[in-house]
Every structure is written in structure tokens, then in C-alpha cells.
């Protein structure tokens, strides 16, 4: 069992910046790829951000790309997302998401990951 848990969300204006941080137990960490969804509403879950448990390899989708910024600390079983230049359309709830150990690659399919945490809402005004 993996228990993931982010915090950081909240409401800020557009320009602003905030990070986002996804602390995990229960599981090795250390070996899993790590990835950051969001989800607006009406929409579906989309990737925004993944990283290798390496560190060695990051992948952004294209909305994201010169704004945020996926890293990880393996002392402290935490991914973070650090989001700058926010705009209204980055409005959504934030989760994170854990691959299995060992197993390669940072896909954009949601499917791909095994373990979520609840999410945590991020609000853009304009």
C-alpha cells in the first residue's frame, strides 16, 4: 500500500507562483518515476509533469513547458511542482502519482501509474 499526500494549493492571481508538494510512505520511493496530474472541471485527468527516480529525466506537457518545474528530494519521499507565471487556465486540482518501482518511463496516460494521492486544488484569478 502507497500512501501519497500533497499539499500546497491555494488561491493566488495570475502571474503569481506557488509549489506544490507530494510527500510518500509506504512504499519505496526512491526507485518509482513520479508524475503530476491536474483535473479542471468538466475536463479529463491530464499529465502535467513527470520525473525519473533517477532525476535524470523530466517531461512536461506542452501548456507547462518554461513555467513549471518538476524535482524530487528521495531523503524526504517528496516530488514537488513549482509553478510559475500561473494563468486562469491552470486552475484544477493537482494530484500526484506513482509509478511501480523500477519500471521506466514517464507516460501522459493516467493509466499508467498505480497509486494517487486525493488531490489538492489550485485557483488562478485573473
Known amino acids: 500500500q502507497v500512501q501519497l499526500l500533497e499539499s500546497g494549493g491555494g488561491l493566488v492571481q495570475a502571474g503569481d507562483s506557488l509549489r506544490l508538494s507530494c510527500t510518500a510512505s509506504?512504499?519505496?520511493?526512491?526507485?518509482?518515476?513520479m508524475g503530476w496530474f491536474r483535473q479542471a472541471p468538466g475536463k479529463e485527468r491530464e499529465f502535467v509533469a513527470g520525473i525519473t527516480w533517477t532525476r535524470s529525466t523530466t517531461n512536461y506537457a506542452d501548456s507547462v513547458k518554461g513555467r513549471f518545474t518538476i524535482s524530487r528530494d528521495n531523503a524526504k519521499n517528496t516530488v514537488y511542482l513549482q509553478m510559475d507565471s500561473l494563468k486562469s487556465e491552470d486552475t484544477a486540482v493537482y494530484f500526484c502519482?506513482?509509478?511501480?518501482?523500477?519500471?521506466?518511463?514517464?507516460?501522459?496516460?493516467?493509466?499508467?501509474?498505480?497509486?494517487w494521492g486525493q488531490g489538492t486544488q489550485v485557483t488562478v484569478s485573473s
Open positions: 509506504g512504499r519505496t520511493f526512491r526507485t518509482a518515476n
Open positions: 502519482a506513482t509509478r511501480p518501482p523500477l519500471t521506466g518511463g514517464l507516460p501522459t496516460a493516467a493509466a499508467s501509474y498505480d497509486y
